[in-house]
């Protein structure tokens, strides 16, 4: 059971913003919200994470509501590079394995 | 690059051979993850070790499976007597747990493409 919830799939142009949206209504207060996304044939490639604040690193900016029911994955100018499928997953802090869910099919087109 | 290193990164074989998947971690980390990932689906756990010590064990890893990581440096995984439902990628990736650092993210190979003719 993945317990996060996303859009089976998603398109953005290229050089626009692309926003990831991910519900994880049943988070705990120790669980993590994980980024990874998989490009076409490679493994899973760790984008970002948070718990509670917003964080940004060279990647994207990661949004976290308040309430910690939901949060967003931003790719400030996508690229057609960017084409992939995006997992969020929650994760305990001192867990050990990743539970993946089906993930967004992120398209960037011209 | 000092990633995670997956070897083969192809794998054909005929059913009810064994095959044998290599995986060399980052050097410093001290945990390392089996995963497998059937065409559509996001990966499934496997196993885990913590340095030499095998921690945990998926119900996926039948008994046909044996993963072992002798030095806590790289690790293989092994499928006896192979199936058609084996066919699959396997994923490795690894991790650096504790310390000064806290817990650090899973970082994943290329992975292995077994197909089973």
């Known amino acids: 059971d993945a317990k996060t919830t996303q859009p089976p799939s998603m398109d953005c142009a290229e050089g626009r913003a692309a926003n990831l949206p991910c519900n994880h209504s049943?988070?705990?207060?120790?669980?993590?919200v994980y980024w990874y996304r998989q490009i076409h044939s490679q493994g899973p490639q760790y984008i970002i994470h948070g718990l509670k604040n917003n964080e940004t690193n060279e990647m994207a900016s990661l949004i976290i509501t308040e309430d910690r029911k939901s949060s967003t994955l931003i790719l400030p100018h996508a690229t057609l590079r960017d084409t992939a499928v995006y997992y969020c997953?929650?994760?305990?802090?001192?867990?050990?394995?990743?539970?993946f869910g089906a993930g967004t099919r992120l398209a960037v087109h011209p | 690059d000092t990633g995670v290193s997956q070897d083969p990164r192809h794998k054909i074989t005929k059913r009810g051979q064994n095959v044998t998947f290599r995986c060399d971690p980052i050097?410093?980390?001290?945990?390392l993850y089996w995963y497998r990932q059937t065409l559509g689906q996001g990966p499934e756990f496997l196993t885990y070790f913590q340095n030499e010590a095998q921690l945990e064990k998926s119900r996926l890893l039948s008994d046909r499976f044996s993963a072992e990581r002798p030095k806590g440096s790289f690790s293989t995984l092994e499928i006896q007597r192979t199936e058609q439902g084996d066919s699959a990628m396997y994923l490795c990736a690894s991790s650096l747990v504790g310390g000064r650092s806290g817990n650090q993210p899973q970082h994943f190979g290329d992975g292995t493409r077994l197909s089973i003719l």
């Open positions: 997953i929650r994760f305990p802090g001192g867990y050990n394995k990743l539970i």
């Open positions: 049943t988070i705990s207060g120790n669980e993590y």
């Open positions: 050097s410093e980390h001290n945990r």
